[in-house]
């Protein structure tokens, strides 16, 4: 079974530049996750949804930040303009709903210089 | 007051020893708890869930819950320098998401 596949594991853009991460979950996973880890700090959670429904968007940044799930599967998470404290990893997640342990991607390093 | 909370370390032990792993979380309604390893550069991983009080062996890995002090720990038992990585404690919260610790830097010394 392929696991959460993110892409790409790395970016580097300049400050006020847009960027799109992609997440493909577990198959047969309602639930995905966006989350966003600081160096030395545990991930926090930026979106989750429950098939195509943003269910817990309150952490989510709206103002440069933005995400979608389109037919409950796919997800695209954007920063529209990065700003220089983006930088961090952005993890996505994914979980049968209701799950009580979720899988996580290899994330994408971002880096806005 | 975090509501996850975990010593950052780094906590070193020796080959062979019991390494120690402890949490506190705020949420008395909380019912799930659970433990990733990171290693560096990685992404976490689910290493232990743990719903009930008392403790969950898995191996060489025993999640120890205590409701009543809101208290969660995960014991090594003969650690390996493989097991060198930050360990993350997470709850799953009231919404439903899970609220990690900013993770124990544990270190394997041969």
């Known amino acids: 079974e392929a696991g959460v596949v993110q892409s790409p594991r790395y970016k580097i853009i300049e400050k006020k530049q847009p960027v799109a991460f992609w997440c493909n979950p577990i198959?047969?996973?309602?639930?995905l996750y966006w989350y966003l880890q600081n160096l030395g700090q545990g991930p926090e959670l930026l979106i989750r949804?429950?098939?195509?429904?943003?269910?817990?968007d309150s952490q989510l940044p709206k103002d440069r930040f933005s995400a979608e799930r389109l037919k409950g599967v796919d997800s695209t998470l954007k920063i529209q303009p990065a700003e220089l404290g983006d930088s961090a990893v952005y993890l996505c997640?994914?979980?049968?709903?209701?799950?009580?342990?979720?899988?996580f991607g290899s994330g994408t390093r971002l880096t806005v210089v | 007051q975090k509501e996850v909370e975990q010593n950052s370390g780094p906590l070193s032990v020796p080959e062979g020893a019991i390494a120690s792993l402890n949490c506190t979380y705020s949420?008395?309604?909380?019912?799930?708890f659970f433990w990733y390893r990171q290693y560096s550069g990685k992404s976490p991983e689910l290493i232990m869930s743990?719903?009930?009080?008392g403790d969950k062996e898995d191996g060489r890995f025993t999640a120890q819950l205590n409701k009543a002090s809101q208290y969660v720990s995960l014991l090594i038992r003969d650690s390996q320098p493989s097991d060198s990585a930050t360990y993350l404690c997470?709850?799953?919260?009231?919404?439903?998401?899970?609220?990690f610790g900013k993770g124990t830097k544990l270190s394997v010394k041969p």
């Open positions: 743990i719903y009930s009080n």
């Open positions: 198959s047969g996973h309602n639930t």
């Open positions: 949804y429950e098939n195509e429904e943003a269910v817990d």
């Open positions: 997640a994914s979980s049968l709903q209701g799950g009580y342990g979720y899988t």
């Open positions: 949420d008395r309604g909380s019912q799930s």
């Open positions: 997470a709850v799953r919260g009231s919404q439903g998401n899970l609220i």
